[in-house]
Structure formats: C-alpha cells, structure tokens
C-alpha cells in the first residue's frame, strides 16, 4: 500500500492533485491582487484597493497550505486535509516553500494512511480522523518540517534562486524558452502544469521574472492562433474557426490557455509546435529583459503591475505573431470539396409488409 504511493505515476498523480487544488486560490488571489492595484489607494485602509490587495496578499501566502493539503488528500482522503495546511504553512515560515510544501503533502498523507489502517477497537478507531490524525499528524509535521526537513530544503530553494539571479541574459531566455514552450506544449495539461509549479516555487521565494514569462506564455497560443485565423490565413479555415478564434481572443486576455485547444485538437502536427516556438520566445524575452510580473495569474490585468509594462506587452504580441505567421505559412489553403455536401433525403419510403 504504502510502496504504491512513490511509484512515479501515483506521485505525479498526486502531485498535480495538489496542484489543481492550489491553481484556484493562485488565479483567485491574483485577480484581487491586480484589481486592487488597478483601483489603487492600497495603502489606505478602508478602500476597496487596500483590502482587495490583503485579501489576494493573503491568498498568496496560503497557496503551499493548499498545496500540501491537495496532496494528502489525494493519498489519504480528508483526514490528511488538517496536517497538510500545518506542514505547508510552516514550510513557508522556515523559507522551505514550494519542496517543503511538497514533503508537507506527502508526509501528511502516509501518516494519516498509516494511523486510518491500524488495528484498533472500533470504539476508537471512529475518533481517529477527528483526534489521532490531527495530534499525530500535526506534532510529526512540526517536528519534521521545523527540524529535519525544512533546513535543508530551505537551502535548496536559496541556492536554486542564487542561481537563477546569477545567469546570464542567453541562459535566462533559454531556461524562459523551456518553461515557455512546456506552458504552450499542452495548453493547461500535466506538462503545463509541471512548468507552472517551476514557476510557483520561485514565486514563493519572491523571484518573479518567471511569473511574467509564464504569464505571457499562457496568453500567447490563443491569442497568435486567433491571429493566423483573424488576419494572416483567413482563406485558411472555416466558419467554425472564425467563431472559436473570437472566443480565443477572450480567454487569451483572461489567460485561458485552452482557447487554443479546438484547434490543436483538428490540426496538432502544425497547431503545437508553433504554440511552442512563440510562447517559448515570449517566454525567453521576459527573463532576458527582467521583466517582473508580481502574480502567477490575471491576464490582461497583470499588465499594469509589471515593472517593465511596454516591454511585457511587446513580448506578449512578439510570441503571439510568432505563433500567427508560422502557422499561417504552413497551414494548406482550406480544401472545398463538392462531394462534401450531398442532399439529404428525408422522405424515408416505409413498406410495411402486412
């Protein structure tokens, strides 16, 4: 049971669990985080600005918490809710993050998994999930993540960011180009969500040039594939892709990188691999320029809180006309075929033998 958990496909199962619980809280406190400062007056308590931006500040710093809580849950059930939020936290507090928000989940569920399955008196087997785990649970959460864990993880982490701080503007736009193109690969699949914790564990260790580069990564596929359908390859498709290349428009600007899946799902040998290469390049042009970005997600509303607002707009359009040309070269003209449209004949003749 318990060697079943770190075989490679029940912890990524597990690991994107936890994701698809924190994505939610991510995209939530970013919107309150950009209108806040869209509105303005932050520093006046009373405003709308001012509490918007506590309420995303505070969504923020709960997002490992979820993290950990979304992975125990999904090893253990809702017993492992409670001690998920206490690691996560705490590996927030001793600069652990993201890794430790990840141990955090992992660890909450094998206890909680462990304590639910021994055999105990059904008398007190029914206060486990109320009492045993949370005691249990809660103390091997301190202790580890305070003690034995947390240390060394949180100089991992420090080291990762030194790093990154420290390389050049090529090594910059290619590690942009790989998670930019990891965004665009599968437009919010399991390699998307891979490059967005990247980005996530550098967030939560207040490096945010990653954060503008996923931004733009993640808006540029609908976006450039509209374009292609909208201006450089009209002769090139159909009313059915003149309608969904409105509503890609939409999502592009509200960061719905699948606005971009109907049509990779008709055409995906042409469709990916230019998504790729210009949210790739998008992606590359925000860490080589320095752009920052202050959220992992709001769309068009993370425009105005960027340290470098024209540039990081111009990244945007430069990856979303990458994607526009390169595919309008190689899509083939749109074929009409005559035998396609033959007439339907409704008058069904029934001859009823009596």
């Avoid at 509303?301 to 024209?310: C, D, G, R, W």
Wanted: include cysteine; charged fraction near 10%; glycine fraction near 12%.
């Amino acid at each position: 049971m318990y060697r079943d958990i770190f075989r490679i496909k029940n912890l990524k199962k597990h690991f994107l669990s936890g994701l698809s619980f924190m994505i939610p809280v991510i995209i939530m406190s970013g919107f309150c985080t950009a209108i806040g400062r869209i509105i303005g007056h932050t520093t006046v308590k009373g405003t709308i600005g001012y509490y918007l931006l506590n309420a995303g500040n505070g969504g923020f710093s709960i997002m490992i918490a979820i993290l950990a809580a979304g992975i125990g849950y999904s090893i253990a059930g809702k017993a492992a809710i409670a001690p998920g939020i206490m690691g996560g936290w705490l590996s927030v507090q001793v600069n652990a993050s993201f890794l430790g928000g990840i141990f955090a989940g992992l660890l909450a569920g094998i206890v909680t998994l462990w304590l639910v399955h021994l055999p105990l008196p059904k008398t007190v087997k029914s206060i486990v999930p109320l009492v045993i785990v949370p005691l249990v649970g809660g103390i091997l959460e301190v202790l580890m993540i305070e003690y034995i864990v947390g240390p060394p993880l949180a100089a991992i982490t420090a080291s990762a960011v030194k790093f990154f701080m420290g390389m050049n503007h090529a090594s910059k736009f290619l590690l942009g180009f790989m998670l930019g193109g990891m965004t665009g690969f599968d437009m919010g699949g399991p390699v998307n969500k891979i490059s967005f914790a990247i980005v996530t564990a550098f967030a939560t260790s207040g490096v945010w040039g990653p954060a503008a580069g996923k931004n733009v990564a993640a808006m540029c596929p609908p976006l450039g594939v509209a374009l292609s359908v909208l201006v450089f390859g009209r002769n090139k498709y159909d009313e059915a892709d003149r309608q969904n290349a409105w509503a890609a428009i939409v999502m592009s600007m509200c960061q719905v990188t699948e606005g971009t899946l109907p049509f990779a799902f008709k055409d995906p040998l042409r469709v990916v691999p230019c998504v790729v290469l210009g949210s790739g390049t998008a992606d590359g042009l925000m860490l080589s320029w320095g752009v920052t970005v202050p959220l992992l997600s709001g769309g068009i509303f993370t425009i105005p809180v960027a340290n470098k607002p024209l540039l990081y707009l111009g990244g945007l359009l430069i990856g979303a006309l990458i994607t526009a040309i390169t595919l309008s070269i190689i899509k083939p003209k749109l074929k009409k075929n005559a035998n396609q449209e033959e007439e339907v004949n409704d008058d069904l003749d029934i001859n009823i033998d009596m």
